[in-house]
């Protein structure tokens, strides 16, 4: 199989916070790319902070403590649904009140964490894989899951129609140690595709 990605320096890119990381996963759950960059260009007009450099000004995510002290009503007409409400305030209420712990949940082996994530409401196994590759940088979770890597995988294999679950996992077992790498680019193969020559 052979993933074509652009430049030979890609690597996988993290999310500089792990709530940040969290809180994209949510937003992120079951819809494009595009809506979920909507839905969080909106949460950083509403709750969100600036940075400051000399004369710019950059957008900043809410922090945990902001995100769990927010009001359901102004989300809702910038059309976040009910259950991502729901789950972005119990994800930041779980690290305010530190029952979710990134420095514990970084040195646990990947099953370990995936269940510790997944113990919230609001977070399954996409988002707890999601949160363990962007923001905590582990190497081994393999988000077969994910529509968009099964896709990039059957474009790489020549199939018309993506992939299983079932026949994504299968794939993944000469990567072991690396499959968010392989993933990461697999994403990126499909951005190419889309954006065509």
Known sequence: MRL???????????????????????????????????????????????????????????????????????????????????????????????????????????AEAMAALTRFPGIGPWTAGMVLMRGLGVRSIWPAADLGLRRALAYALGASVPLTETDARALAAPWAGWEAWVAFFAWRSLSRRRAGP
Do not use: N, Y
């Not at 709530?19 to 969100?48: C, D, N, P």
């Open 4 to 110: 074509v990605c652009d430049g030979l320096h890609a690597r996988p890119v993290l999310i500089a916070d792990p709530f940040e990381s969290l809180v994209w996963a949510i937003i992120g759950q079951q819809v494009g790319v595009g809506f979920a960059r909507t839905l969080r260009s909106a949460l950083v007009q509403i709750a969100g902070h600036e940075a400051v450099f000399g004369s710019s000004r950059f957008p900043v995510m809410p922090d945990a403590r902001t995100l769990a002290d927010i009001e359901e009503e102004p989300l809702r007409a910038a059309h976040f649904s009910r259950a991502k409400i729901r789950a972005l305030h119990i994800a930041a209420q779980a690290v305010t009140t530190q029952a979710l712990d990134w420095r514990s949940l970084v040195v646990m082996p990947p």
